[in-house]
């Protein structure tokens, strides 16, 4: 394709970043800039002009002078963005990480409708979700909702700016009103948490992706660039780190540990847990499991012994494999854990603590207990194939190998940067491959940067320290709810 470019816009919860990509993957420029999350009291809100401003401040700057054959739009996915047929907000955008709705999901669980739902999406409820958050506001807020025109997502609420198109991609539709066997909004969901009356501020299903022209108003961007949007992040990382058969599967550690696997089937009799969200083709979901533990509980760690992420390979070195005795889990989230199994209870705690353990052994054995949190979710989601693995923690690589030990194979480094934006290319050039000359080399475009090959002892001692942490599991979840193991 010559000297084409490409340009991914990844808009995060914190962050907005953008890439222009040449046509073989390599990355020419990449921009980022922070945006604000507010509110207090469980509720959490970003200002959506503040977003659009990033967003349109990264992606001039990546474009510069180039003329870009596509802008592919993703970012961070649920939450509620109400906005008007022009793409402004009629109030501020709610975050996934807000709380107000905990009470209804709390009700929903109790009285069966959220397993029941979850029996018909194989998707769970949970209180920064759309579903959830457009109840809570039908009751407390109907203005709002009176006054907007869609509920969209972030990624869709750019598309709209940008383009001035409504849709949404089914990636994003999946959480919580998506019938997986007609990939449509399934009615009976939505009268489920009484928002047949509201059923008009979806907006509509795009079978690839939703698709426009720019139309001038974004500095920077030349009026008439296709632009495209989605997947949102989860499942365009997956798809930026080359998830591509059945039983492969992306780990991300984040704040959060964020974990796929593309499977083949929707298990709605599985445990109720995680999220099957729907892909191109209706033959394969990446079945997500995103734990509330992850690189958030390696900083409390790291705060309370006075360390930096600089010390913690040395620390990993200092303190051997086990910990000297100490163990943990890792549930330090006030809100508890939702994968892979679902308890607002979960507390996190160390055992076999004695005078002899230093805070390498406690960072450690935080580290391990990330590591078998990761691994109880991927074969939870059906891990069987090959491994990715990307996200802030997967650039220290003696904790990477930590995880290839307790997890037992592989893992393949993502091509960096911007995995996110990466796969928002790859994902719109194969929705409107007939415009671009056929589409992108995908195998070049996400060829590993590394690979982490476990070590054979390491594998051996972590089987039966893997196997110690279920039974930690089973019994404190006993514990946090006055039962016996």
């Given at each position: 394709?010559?000297?084409?470019?490409?340009?991914?816009?990844?808009?995060?919860?914190?962050?907005?970043?953008?890439?222009?990509?040449?046509?073989?993957g390599?990355?020419?420029?990449?921009?980022?800039?922070?945006?604000?999350?507010?509110?207090?009291?469980?509720?959490?809100?970003?200002?959506?002009?503040?977003?659009?401003r990033?967003?349109?401040?990264?992606?001039?700057?990546?474009?510069?002078?180039?003329?870009?054959?596509?802008?592919?739009?993703?970012?961070?996915?649920?939450?509620?963005?109400?906005?008007?047929?022009?793409?402004?907000?009629?109030?501020?955008?709610?975050?996934?990480?807000?709380?107000?709705?905990?009470?209804?999901?709390?009700?929903?669980?109790?009285?069966?409708?959220?397993?029941?739902?979850?029996?018909?999406?194989?998707?769970?409820?949970?209180?920064?979700?759309?579903?959830?958050?457009?109840?809570?506001?039908?009751?407390?807020?109907?203005?709002?909702?009176?006054?907007?025109?869609?509920?969209?997502?972030?990624?869709?609420?750019?598309?709209?700016?940008?383009t001035?198109?409504?849709?949404?991609?089914?990636?994003?539709?999946?959480?919580?009103?998506?019938?997986?066997?007609?990939?449509?909004?399934?009615?009976?969901?939505?009268?489920?948490?009484?928002?047949?009356?509201?059923?008009?501020?979806?907006?509509?299903?795009?079978?690839?992706?939703?698709?426009?022209?720019?139309?001038?108003g974004?500095?920077?961007?030349?009026?008439?660039?296709?632009?495209?949007?989605?997947?949102?992040?989860?499942?365009?990382?997956?798809?930026?780190?080359?998830?591509?058969?059945?039983?492969?599967?992306?780990?991300?550690?984040?704040?959060?540990?964020?974990?796929?696997?593309?499977?083949e089937?929707?298990?709605?009799?599985?445990?109720?847990?995680?999220f099957?969200?729907?892909t191109?083709?209706?033959?394969?979901?990446?079945?997500?499991?995103?734990?509330?533990?992850?690189?958030?509980?390696?900083?409390?760690?790291?705060?309370?012994?006075?360390?930096?992420?600089?010390?913690?390979?040395?620390?990993?070195d200092?303190?051997?494999?086990?910990?000297?005795?100490?163990?943990?889990?890792?549930?330090?989230?006030?809100?508890?854990?939702?994968?892979?199994?679902?308890?607002?209870?979960?507390?996190?705690?160390?055992?076999?603590?004695?005078?002899?353990?230093?805070?390498a052994?406690?960072?450690?054995?935080?580290?391990?207990?990330?590591?078998?949190?990761?691994?109880?979710?991927?074969?939870?989601?059906?891990?069987?194939?090959?491994?990715?693995?990307?996200?802030?923690?997967?650039?220290?690589?003696?904790?990477?190998?930590?995880?290839?030990?307790?997890?037992?194979?592989?893992?393949?480094?993502?091509?960096?940067?911007?995995?996110?934006?990466?796969?928002?290319?790859?994902?719109?050039?194969?929705?409107?491959?007939?415009?671009?000359?056929?589409?992108?080399?995908?195998?070049?475009?996400?060829?590993?940067?590394?690979?982490?090959?476990?070590?054979?002892?390491?594998?051996?001692?972590?089987e039966?320290a893997?196997?110690d942490?279920?039974?930690?599991v089973d019994?404190?979840?006993a514990?946090?709810?006055?039962?016996?193991?």
């Amino acid at each position: 394709m010559g000297d084409t470019v490409f340009v991914g816009l990844d808009m995060g919860t914190s962050v907005a970043k953008a890439a222009a990509f040449a046509d073989d993957g390599t990355a020419l420029r990449v921009e980022s800039t922070p945006v604000s999350l507010g509110g207090r009291g469980g509720h959490l809100e970003q200002d959506v002009e503040e977003v659009w401003r990033a967003a349109a401040g990264v992606l001039a700057a990546v474009i510069g002078d180039d003329r870009p054959e596509l802008v592919a739009v993703t970012g961070q996915g649920d939450g509620l963005w109400l906005v008007d047929a022009d793409g402004r907000a009629v109030r501020p955008a709610v975050s996934w990480l807000d709380g107000r709705a905990g009470g209804l999901v709390a009700d929903w669980m109790a009285d069966g409708v959220a397993e029941r739902l979850y029996r018909r999406t194989g998707n769970v409820l949970f209180p920064g979700s759309a579903g959830p958050l457009l109840a809570w506001l039908d009751r407390h807020e109907p203005a709002a909702l009176d006054a907007a025109t869609t509920a969209a997502s972030c990624k869709d609420v750019l598309h709209l700016r940008l383009t001035g198109e409504r849709g949404t991609d089914l990636s994003d539709a999946s959480v919580p009103f998506l019938d997986p066997l007609t990939r449509t909004y399934a009615p009976d969901v939505l009268d489920a948490l009484g928002l047949g009356h509201r059923a008009g501020l979806l907006p509509p299903i795009a079978r690839t992706l939703p698709y426009g022209q720019a139309h001038g108003g974004t500095p920077g961007l030349p009026v008439g660039t296709p632009v495209t949007s989605g997947p949102y992040d989860l499942p365009a990382c997956a798809i930026g780190a080359g998830v591509t058969e059945p039983g492969d599967g992306l780990l991300t550690v984040g704040t959060t540990l964020a974990c796929q696997v593309l499977v083949e089937t929707v298990a709605l009799d599985a445990e109720p847990v995680g999220f099957h969200l729907a892909t191109s083709r209706p033959d394969r979901h990446l079945r997500a499991l995103p734990a509330m533990t992850g690189t958030a509980a390696l900083d409390w760690v790291l705060t309370l012994t006075g360390g930096t992420h600089a010390q913690v390979s040395g620390m990993l070195d200092e303190s051997p494999r086990g910990a000297r005795g100490v163990a943990a889990l890792p549930y330090l989230s006030p809100s508890g854990e939702r994968s892979p199994f679902v308890d607002p209870a979960a507390r996190a705690e160390f055992t076999g603590l004695d005078l002899r353990a230093g805070r390498a052994d406690l960072v450690r054995a935080v580290c391990e207990a990330i590591a078998f949190a990761a691994r109880h979710c991927l074969e939870a989601a059906g891990l069987t194939g090959e491994l990715a693995v990307c996200g802030g923690g997967s650039r220290n690589r003696a904790w990477l190998r930590v995880f290839a030990d307790v997890l037992g194979r592989p893992l393949r480094v993502a091509r960096g940067p911007e995995p996110g934006a990466r796969g928002a290319v790859l994902a719109g050039v194969a929705a409107r491959a007939g415009d671009f000359g056929g589409g992108l080399d995908a195998a070049a475009w996400t060829l590993p940067d590394a690979i982490v090959d476990p070590d054979p002892a390491g594998v051996a001692h972590y089987e039966q320290a893997y196997a110690d942490y279920l039974f930690r599991v089973d019994s404190a979840r006993a514990r946090w709810h006055g039962t016996r193991a």
